[in-house]
Protein backbone atom coordinates (compact mmCIF):
# COMPACT_ATOMS: atom_id res chain seq x y z
CA UNK A 1 0.00 0.00 0.00
CA UNK A 2 1.01 3.54 -0.44
CA UNK A 3 0.84 6.27 1.79
CA UNK A 4 -1.54 9.29 0.90
CA UNK A 5 1.86 12.02 0.06
CA UNK A 6 2.25 8.78 -2.90
CA UNK A 7 -1.44 8.63 -4.06
CA UNK A 8 -1.03 12.68 -4.52
CA UNK A 9 2.36 12.30 -6.14
CA UNK A 10 0.90 10.02 -8.96
CA UNK A 11 -2.22 11.90 -9.21
CA UNK A 12 -0.27 14.94 -9.64
CA UNK A 13 2.21 13.37 -12.03
CA UNK A 14 -0.45 11.86 -14.66
CA UNK A 15 -1.98 15.41 -14.59
CA UNK A 16 1.55 16.87 -15.45
CA UNK A 17 1.53 14.11 -18.09
CA UNK A 18 -2.32 15.00 -19.56
CA UNK A 19 -0.87 19.14 -19.48
CA UNK A 20 2.51 18.59 -21.30
CA UNK A 21 1.29 15.22 -24.01
CA UNK A 22 4.35 13.09 -22.53
CA UNK A 23 3.71 9.87 -21.13
CA UNK A 24 5.34 8.67 -17.87
CA UNK A 25 7.04 6.14 -16.19
CA UNK A 26 4.67 3.35 -15.14
CA UNK A 27 3.61 4.67 -11.53
CA UNK A 28 3.89 0.50 -11.12
CA UNK A 29 7.52 0.78 -11.53
CA UNK A 30 8.10 3.86 -9.20
CA UNK A 31 5.80 2.71 -6.48
CA UNK A 32 6.27 -1.10 -6.48
CA UNK A 33 3.79 -1.39 -3.43
CA UNK A 34 0.87 -0.08 -5.20
CA UNK A 35 -2.06 -1.85 -4.96
CA UNK A 36 -5.56 -1.63 -7.16
CA UNK A 37 -7.06 -0.16 -3.49
CA UNK A 38 -4.14 2.80 -4.27
CA UNK A 39 -4.55 3.13 -7.76
CA UNK A 40 -8.48 3.77 -7.53
CA UNK A 41 -7.64 6.60 -5.00
CA UNK A 42 -4.80 8.32 -7.56
CA UNK A 43 -7.43 8.16 -10.07
CA UNK A 44 -10.02 9.88 -7.84
CA UNK A 45 -7.69 12.64 -6.75
CA UNK A 46 -6.72 13.37 -10.37
CA UNK A 47 -10.74 13.81 -10.58
CA UNK A 48 -10.72 15.88 -7.95
CA UNK A 49 -8.14 17.96 -9.74
CA UNK A 50 -9.59 18.13 -12.91
CA UNK A 51 -12.78 19.16 -11.04
CA UNK A 52 -10.97 21.52 -9.06
CA UNK A 53 -10.28 23.60 -12.28
CA UNK A 54 -13.46 23.58 -14.00
CA UNK A 55 -14.03 20.43 -15.54
CA UNK A 56 -17.63 18.58 -14.44
CA UNK A 57 -18.34 14.70 -13.95
CA UNK A 58 -20.75 13.13 -16.46
CA UNK A 59 -20.64 9.69 -15.83
CA UNK A 60 -18.58 6.47 -15.91
CA UNK A 61 -16.32 4.44 -18.26
CA UNK A 62 -15.85 0.79 -17.77
CA UNK A 63 -13.12 -1.34 -19.11
CA UNK A 64 -11.27 -4.83 -19.36
CA UNK A 65 -15.20 -5.85 -20.14
CA UNK A 66 -13.79 -8.78 -22.45
CA UNK A 67 -12.28 -12.40 -21.05
CA UNK A 68 -9.30 -11.62 -23.60
CA UNK A 69 -8.47 -8.44 -21.89
CA UNK A 70 -8.84 -9.27 -18.74
CA UNK A 71 -6.43 -12.47 -18.75
CA UNK A 72 -3.97 -10.10 -20.78
CA UNK A 73 -4.16 -7.95 -17.63
CA UNK A 74 -4.16 -10.24 -15.31
CA UNK A 75 -7.64 -9.50 -14.08
CA UNK A 76 -10.51 -11.50 -12.81
CA UNK A 77 -13.36 -8.05 -13.32
CA UNK A 78 -13.90 -5.00 -15.40
CA UNK A 79 -11.86 -1.36 -14.17
CA UNK A 80 -13.69 1.72 -14.31
CA UNK A 81 -13.03 5.92 -14.53
CA UNK A 82 -14.79 8.94 -14.93
CA UNK A 83 -16.17 10.90 -17.71
CA UNK A 84 -15.63 14.55 -17.31
CA UNK A 85 -17.59 17.14 -19.61
CA UNK A 86 -14.69 18.64 -21.33
CA UNK A 87 -13.52 15.16 -23.48
CA UNK A 88 -17.48 14.80 -23.99
CA UNK A 89 -17.97 15.33 -28.44
CA UNK A 90 -21.00 15.05 -30.88
CA UNK A 91 -21.15 13.61 -33.65
CA UNK A 92 -19.64 14.83 -37.03
CA UNK A 93 -16.80 16.56 -34.24
CA UNK A 94 -13.06 17.54 -35.63
CA UNK A 95 -10.88 16.55 -32.94
CA UNK A 96 -7.08 17.28 -32.49
CA UNK A 97 -5.36 13.93 -32.20
CA UNK A 98 -2.79 16.35 -30.66
CA UNK A 99 -4.71 16.66 -27.46
CA UNK A 100 -3.67 13.15 -26.73
CA UNK A 101 -0.08 11.36 -26.22
CA UNK A 102 -1.10 7.72 -28.26
CA UNK A 103 -4.95 7.93 -28.96
CA UNK A 104 -7.19 4.88 -29.97
CA UNK A 105 -10.56 4.35 -30.68
CA UNK A 106 -12.85 1.95 -29.75
CA UNK A 107 -16.84 0.84 -30.79
CA UNK A 108 -19.20 1.17 -27.48
CA UNK A 109 -22.93 1.74 -26.14
CA UNK A 110 -23.59 4.67 -23.77
CA UNK A 111 -26.09 4.20 -21.03
CA UNK A 112 -27.61 7.31 -20.08
CA UNK A 113 -29.64 6.76 -16.90
CA UNK A 114 -32.96 7.93 -16.39
CA UNK A 115 -33.26 7.73 -12.38
CA UNK A 116 -30.20 7.53 -9.61
CA UNK A 117 -29.15 3.56 -9.43
CA UNK A 118 -27.41 1.86 -6.04
CA UNK A 119 -26.40 -0.99 -4.94
CA UNK A 120 -25.74 -3.72 -3.59
CA UNK A 121 -26.88 -6.32 -5.88
CA UNK A 122 -27.61 -4.81 -8.64
CA UNK A 123 -28.68 -7.13 -11.71
CA UNK A 124 -29.04 -6.56 -15.43
CA UNK A 125 -32.83 -5.66 -15.05
CA UNK A 126 -31.81 -3.37 -12.72
CA UNK A 127 -29.76 -1.16 -15.15
CA UNK A 128 -32.57 -1.47 -17.84
CA UNK A 129 -35.32 -0.39 -15.45
CA UNK A 130 -32.82 2.53 -14.51
CA UNK A 131 -31.90 3.88 -18.48
CA UNK A 132 -33.56 6.46 -19.70
CA UNK A 133 -31.74 5.61 -23.43
CA UNK A 134 -29.32 3.91 -24.87
CA UNK A 135 -27.12 5.12 -27.99
CA UNK A 136 -24.19 4.53 -29.92
CA UNK A 137 -20.69 5.87 -28.88
CA UNK A 138 -17.18 5.93 -29.32
CA UNK A 139 -14.35 5.91 -26.74
CA UNK A 140 -10.97 7.61 -27.48
CA UNK A 141 -8.61 5.75 -25.30
CA UNK A 142 -5.16 7.10 -24.30
CA UNK A 143 -2.19 6.27 -22.23
CA UNK A 144 -0.76 8.69 -20.04
CA UNK A 145 2.21 6.25 -19.02
CA UNK A 146 4.78 4.22 -20.61
CA UNK A 147 4.16 0.47 -21.87
CA UNK A 148 3.86 -2.20 -20.75
CA UNK A 149 1.25 -1.33 -18.23
CA UNK A 150 0.15 -3.21 -15.01
CA UNK A 151 -3.17 -3.46 -13.94
CA UNK A 152 -2.57 -0.52 -11.49
CA UNK A 153 -1.23 1.50 -13.87
CA UNK A 154 -4.30 1.48 -16.15
CA UNK A 155 -6.70 2.39 -13.00
CA UNK A 156 -4.39 5.00 -11.83
CA UNK A 157 -4.47 6.67 -15.11
CA UNK A 158 -8.60 6.75 -15.21
CA UNK A 159 -8.95 3.12 -16.80
CA UNK A 160 -7.66 4.43 -19.93
CA UNK A 161 -10.02 7.30 -20.59
CA UNK A 162 -9.63 9.88 -23.54
CA UNK A 163 -12.83 11.05 -24.86
CA UNK A 164 -16.20 9.93 -25.65
CA UNK A 165 -17.96 10.64 -28.94
CA UNK A 166 -21.76 9.88 -29.23
CA UNK A 167 -24.55 9.83 -32.07
CA UNK A 168 -26.44 7.96 -33.80
CA UNK A 169 -30.34 6.72 -33.08
CA UNK A 170 -30.76 7.09 -29.30
CA UNK A 171 -33.19 4.08 -28.35
CA UNK A 172 -35.19 3.25 -25.11
CA UNK A 173 -33.88 0.36 -23.45
CA UNK A 174 -36.54 -2.38 -24.32
CA UNK A 175 -36.69 -1.02 -27.98
CA UNK A 176 -34.67 -3.89 -29.03
CA UNK A 177 -32.32 -6.47 -28.18
CA UNK A 178 -29.51 -4.76 -27.15
CA UNK A 179 -27.80 -7.88 -26.88
CA UNK A 180 -27.65 -7.83 -30.61
CA UNK A 181 -26.55 -4.33 -31.93
CA UNK A 182 -23.87 -4.76 -34.65
CA UNK A 183 -21.15 -2.36 -35.61
CA UNK A 184 -18.58 -1.70 -38.08
CA UNK A 185 -15.94 0.74 -37.36
CA UNK A 186 -13.92 2.05 -40.95
CA UNK A 187 -10.86 4.36 -40.78
CA UNK A 188 -10.24 5.91 -43.86
CA UNK A 189 -12.79 4.39 -45.92
CA UNK A 190 -11.20 0.89 -45.11
CA UNK A 191 -13.98 -1.65 -42.35
CA UNK A 192 -10.98 -2.13 -39.49
CA UNK A 193 -13.44 -3.75 -37.04
CA UNK A 194 -17.01 -5.28 -36.60
CA UNK A 195 -18.58 -6.87 -33.81
CA UNK A 196 -21.37 -7.46 -31.24
CA UNK A 197 -22.97 -5.90 -28.18
CA UNK A 198 -23.03 -9.07 -26.48
CA UNK A 199 -19.04 -9.65 -26.45
CA UNK A 200 -19.60 -7.16 -23.73
CA UNK A 201 -19.96 -9.80 -20.56
CA UNK A 202 -22.90 -11.28 -22.80
CA UNK A 203 -24.93 -8.69 -22.39
CA UNK A 204 -24.13 -4.29 -22.48
CA UNK A 205 -26.06 -3.97 -19.10
CA UNK A 206 -24.34 -6.81 -17.00
CA UNK A 207 -21.11 -4.38 -16.49
CA UNK A 208 -23.00 -1.20 -15.57
CA UNK A 209 -24.30 -3.74 -13.10
CA UNK A 210 -21.00 -4.51 -11.79
CA UNK A 211 -20.11 -0.50 -11.55
CA UNK A 212 -23.04 0.07 -9.72
CA UNK A 213 -21.64 -2.82 -6.87
CA UNK A 214 -18.28 -1.43 -7.12
CA UNK A 215 -19.50 2.07 -6.52
CA UNK A 216 -21.58 1.36 -3.57
CA UNK A 217 -18.77 -0.26 -1.91
CA UNK A 218 -17.10 3.43 -2.16
CA UNK A 219 -20.31 5.03 -1.23
CA UNK A 220 -21.74 6.39 -4.18
CA UNK A 221 -23.76 5.04 -7.21
CA UNK A 222 -25.14 6.19 -10.79
CA UNK A 223 -27.13 9.48 -11.11
CA UNK A 224 -30.33 10.39 -13.33
CA UNK A 225 -28.43 12.04 -16.29
CA UNK A 226 -25.01 10.28 -15.93
CA UNK A 227 -23.73 9.00 -19.50
CA UNK A 228 -22.51 5.34 -18.85
CA UNK A 229 -19.88 3.89 -21.24
CA UNK A 230 -20.58 0.45 -21.30
CA UNK A 231 -17.34 -1.12 -22.97
CA UNK A 232 -15.95 -2.03 -25.91
CA UNK A 233 -17.09 -4.13 -28.50
CA UNK A 234 -14.29 -4.16 -31.11
CA UNK A 235 -10.81 -4.31 -30.57
CA UNK A 236 -9.37 -0.41 -30.35
CA UNK A 237 -7.72 0.76 -33.41
CA UNK A 238 -5.09 3.46 -33.76
CA UNK A 239 -6.13 6.95 -35.03
CA UNK A 240 -3.73 9.95 -35.85
CA UNK A 241 -4.42 13.50 -37.20
CA UNK A 242 -6.19 13.17 -40.98
CA UNK A 243 -8.11 9.61 -39.74
CA UNK A 244 -11.68 10.22 -40.44
CA UNK A 245 -13.94 7.33 -38.67
CA UNK A 246 -17.02 6.33 -39.48
CA UNK A 247 -18.83 4.24 -37.30
CA UNK A 248 -21.90 2.11 -38.47
CA UNK A 249 -24.53 1.07 -35.94
CA UNK A 250 -26.80 -0.39 -38.69
CA UNK A 251 -30.97 0.48 -37.46
CA UNK A 252 -29.15 2.81 -34.70
CA UNK A 253 -27.36 4.89 -36.94
CA UNK A 254 -24.20 6.48 -37.68
CA UNK A 255 -21.01 8.37 -36.06
CA UNK A 256 -18.68 9.84 -37.96
CA UNK A 257 -15.43 12.12 -36.78
CA UNK A 258 -12.83 13.14 -38.27
CA UNK A 259 -8.96 13.93 -36.67
CA UNK A 260 -6.38 17.52 -37.24
Same mark, same amino acid.
Given at each position: ??????????????????????????????????????????????????????????????????????????????????????????????????????????????????????????????????????????????? #?????? &?????? /? =????? %? *? !?? $????????????????????????????????????????????????????????????????????? #?????? &?????? /? =????? %? *? !?? $????
Amino acid at each position: MLTEGERQQGADALLQAECTRQAIPQLSKTYPGIEIEDAYRIQGLWAQARIANGARMVGHKIGLTSRAMQMASKMTEPDYGCILDDALYNDGARIKASDFIKPRLEVELAFVMGQDLEGPGARIYDVMRATEMVLPALEIIDY #RTEVPR &AITDTI /A =DNAAF %G *A !IV $VGGRPIRPMDVDIRWVGATLSKNGIIEESGVSAAIMGHPAAGIAWLVDKLHAVGTGLRKGEIVLAGSFT #RPVDIA &AGDVIQ /A =DYGPL %G *A !IG $VSFS
